[in-house]
């Protein structure tokens, strides 16, 4: 989690997005790099580390578990609105792409056996046994390498790269 952003120094305006290329897996697909470019941070994806989160309010776990929170009133939050609505503006813009948009401010993706999910005593813990408890807090190192363009509308994901429980 050290290479990532911590969301109090997080400015969603120092994110670039890249040229649009060719998508090697969807032929008829197109996608969009992200970087972020500081005074002292120089990275070739987006890397946030989030402050600590609830429960999330809505989660499947499996091979890809997938785990969504509410906006809230958190900072973190509004920021991340920000950025959806820089990358929309600069799509709809520069691109006449539309952004979907979804019903929660953050959801993200994690693959079981790449993703490192620990407590604060640097034990590992199955994800399945995190989302039962009721009092258990997260948090999060996400990434957003990129922006997948297809048929005029363009779809963001963030990727869970290591998870913190407390």
Known sequence: ??????????????????????????SSAEYMAVSYKDSMIDMPALQIVTPWLNKPAEYTTGDISELSWSATDHAFFYKIKMLHEQIRACLLTNHRVK??????????????????????????IQIEN????????????????????????????????GILLR
């Open 130 to 161: 995190a989302t039962k408890n009721i009092q258990q807090q997260y948090k999060l190192c996400i990434r957003l390498a990129g922006i997948h363009l297809q048929h005029g509308c363009a779809n963001y994901r963030f990727k869970c790269i």
């Open 1 to 26: 989690m050290e290479c990532a952003v911590p969301w109090q120094r997080f400015e969603p305006s120092k994110c670039v997005l890249g040229q649009r290329q060719q998508n090697k897996r969807y």
């Open 99 to 124: 952004l979907n948009s979804q019903n929660f401010a953050l959801t993200i993706f994690l693959d079981k056996n790449r993703t490192s999910i620990k407590s604060a005593g640097n034990e590992q």
